[in-house]
């Protein structure tokens, strides 16, 4: 069974430019996640979707964030315009149910915002 | 609020030695506890979790971690380091519905 898939795994660009990762979760997976790893930190969680809703994005810096999961399988996170700030590793994750569950991690996108 | 404090950002062991990573939490509901791996350039995976039932949870390749309330701890241990284990450890507590990571231990093992 393939996990969660993430791409790109890395992207270079310069501050003001947008840019989008994507996230495909286990099959089956009804709870999503979107966390932000900075160097030498644990994973911060920027959005929990329960199917298509969003249902956690309190931590989400919506000036600048935005991120949908249409029909409730695959996922788009989005950053316009990107500041230096950014540059992190943006990890997404999936799991059965939410409660007490396993979540399954993808390789993560590491951005680079120059 | 809920918080999760790892007590040591690297430990170094000797193959073959004792492997212990602190874990304490804080929470004012009780909590599920978890601990992942992270080898470099890759994704979290779980070690093993504690939700209820038996305080001492066996999770993969030979770790184990024992939940004391009392002392709000959540230890991880392996009898017999393996070069193999070298990497960044995650402990998370769940509560109020949102996950919380410490800020990782990197494991180095000696050979």
């Known amino acids: 069974e393939a996990g969660v898939v993430q791409s790109p795994r890395y992207k270079i660009i310069e501050k003001k430019q947008p840019v989008a990762f994507w996230c495909n979760p286990i099959?089956?997976?009804?709870?999503l996640y979107w966390y932000l790893q900075n160097l030498g930190q644990g994973p911060e969680l920027l959005i929990r979707?329960?199917?298509?809703?969003?249902?956690?994005d309190s931590q989400l810096p919506k000036d600048r964030f935005s991120a949908e999961r249409l029909k409730g399988v695959d996922s788009t996170l989005k950053i316009q315009p990107a500041e230096l700030g950014d540059s992190a590793v943006y990890l997404c994750?999936?799991?059965?149910?939410?409660?007490?569950?396993?979540?399954?991690f993808g390789p993560g996108t590491r951005l680079t915002v120059l | 609020a809920q918080s999760v404090t790892q007590l040591g950002s690297h430990v170094s062991v000797s193959e073959g030695a004792l492997v212990l990573l602190r874990c304490n939490y804080s929470?004012?509901?009780?909590?599920?506890l978890f601990w992942y791996v992270q080898y470099p350039n890759q994704g979290l995976q779980l070690l093993l979790k504690?939700?209820?039932?038996?305080?001492l949870v066996k999770g993969i390749n030979g770790f184990e971690a024992e939940f004391k309330k009392s002392e709000t701890s959540f230890h991880l241990t392996k009898p017999s380091a393996h070069m193999s284990d070298a990497a960044e450890y995650f402990c998370?507590?769940?509560?109020?519905?949102?996950?919380?990571f410490g800020t990782g231990t990197r494991l180095t093992i000696i050979p």
């Open positions: 994750a999936s799991s059965f149910q939410h409660g007490g569950s396993e979540q399954f």
């Open positions: 099959s089956g997976h009804n709870t």
């Open positions: 979707y329960e199917n298509e809703e969003a249902v956690d």
């Open positions: 929470s004012s509901v009780p909590p599920y």
């Open positions: 504690y939700t209820t039932g038996a305080t």
């Open positions: 998370a507590l769940e509560g109020n519905e949102k996950l919380t």
